[in-house]
């Protein structure tokens, strides 16, 4: 059984940083695309990065040169790093993975809230 939990998340003044990270347990050595998504109140969830086994790494326009994903060697972490965070950024962040088999995993979700 995969399980995704999420942590790092909280509050945070325009401008600052956070780092969120996501831990994985189960299978993970299946895992062939590890990420984050998001989700603000009334929005979609929406695609913020991907990373694969490979390390190549996909991001949202709107987060480029500002959010940096980062995962570990043994597939069971992967980071989030947040930079120069906007008031736009506010959402519910949720950890993603998607095996090789084409399943898809989600942790809990985390929130953000950028405000001063």
């Known amino acids: 059984q995969v399980q995704l939990v999420e942590s790092g998340g909280g509050l945070v003044q325009p401008g600052g940083s956070l780092r969120l990270s996501c831990a994985a347990s189960?299978?993970?050595?299946?895992?062939?695309?590890m990420g984050w998504y998001r989700q603000a109140p009334g929005k979609q969830r929406e695609l913020v990065a991907t990373?694969?086994?490979?390390?190549?790494?996909a991001y949202a326009d709107s987060v480029k040169g500002r959010f940096t994903i980062s995962r570990d060697s043994a597939n069971t972490m992967v980071y989030l790093q947040m930079n120069n965070l906007r008031p736009e950024d506010t959402a519910v962040y949720y950890c993603?993975?998607?095996?090789?088999?084409?399943?898809?995993?989600w942790g809990q979700g985390t929130q953000v809230t950028v405000s001063s």
């Open positions: 993603y993975d998607r095996t090789w088999g084409g399943i898809d995993y």
């Open positions: 189960g299978n993970t050595n299946s895992f062939a695309i």
């Open positions: 990373t694969t086994r490979g390390g190549v790494t």
